[in-house]
Nanobody, 127 residues
Framework: QVQLVESGGGLVQAGGSLRLSCAASGRTFSRSAMGWFRQASGKEREFVAAISWGGLNTPYADSVKGRFTISRDNAKNTVYLQMSSLKPEDTAVYYC????????????????????WGQGTQVTVSS
């Protein structure tokens, strides 16, 4: 069992930066693949970024590539999403997700592949 708690959301102007954190409880974090998803009002939840439990495989959605960076600290049971050059279209509730990884470089990019979800944190980017 893994419990996830996101933090770091807020209101920022376009072009600004935010860092989201996701603190995980449970002894399986170090062997869990992690992901960040977002859901804008009236839209479906979409993939943003993922990271393998080994930390070396980090795919991104095309819409955030080059602006967002996912990382993890297994000693702190925490995964991060550094967001830079934010745009109004990045406004959404951001969710952290976890799922057991089959092997060190395995990543998952679909909502239904994740077993555990956080409660979400709101990110609002003003123009």
């Amino acid at each position: 069992q893994v419990q996830l708690v996101e933090s770091g959301g807020g209101l920022v102007q376009a072009g600004g930066s935010l860092r989201l954190s996701c603190a995980a409880s449970g002894r399986t974090f170090s062997r869990s693949a992690m992901g960040w998803f977002r859901q804008a009002s009236g839209k479906e939840r979409e993939f943003v970024a993922a990271i393998s439990w080994g930390g070396l495989n980090t795919p991104y959605a095309d819409s955030v590539k080059g602006r967002f960076t996912i990382s993890r600290d297994n000693a702190k049971n925490t995964v991060y999403l550094q967001m830079s050059s934010l745009k109004p279209e990045d406004t959404a509730v951001y969710y952290c997700a976890a799922t057991p990884g089959d092997y060190a470089w395995r990543v998952y990019t679909r909502v239904n592949e994740y077993h555990y979800w956080g409660q979400g944190t709101q990110v609002t980017v003003s123009s």
